[in-house]
Nanobody
């Protein structure tokens, strides 16, 4: 059984930084794309950043230049370095990964709260 476990959320002041981690565990043959999404109160669920197995990245316009996504394939882990945080970055952040066990399937983490105070 595959699981994604996130860590690194918390409370930070505006202008501060946080790093989120998401580790995949279980019987994994390969991992294709990995990414981060977020859900803020009263707002739509949105993509934050994605990274392919070849390390091509894609970012939401709202986080470009402030957030960096990276992955460690040996550890089956994806990271999100968040700098210059703003109150509007406050949300629950979810990890996503396309993982092949006996077939490819999308998996989601449980979510981690990020709160940015002004």
């Amino acid at each position: 059984q595959v699981q994604l476990v996130e860590s690194g959320g918390g409370l930070v002041q505006a202008g501060g930084s946080l790093r989120l981690s998401c580790a995949a565990s279980g019987t994994i043959f390969s991992i294709n794309s990995m990414g981060w999404y977020r859900q803020a109160p009263g707002k739509q669920f949105e993509l934050v950043a994605t990274i392919t197995s070849g390390r091509s990245t894609n970012y939401a316009d709202s986080v470009k230049g402030r957030f960096t996504i990276a992955r460690d394939n040996a550890k089956n882990t994806v990271y999100l370095q968040m700098n210059s945080l703003k109150p509007e970055d406050t949300a629950v952040y979810y990890c996503n990964a396309a993982i092949t066990t006996w077939r490819e399937k999308e998996y989601w983490g449980q979510g981690t709260q990020v709160t940015v105070s002004s």
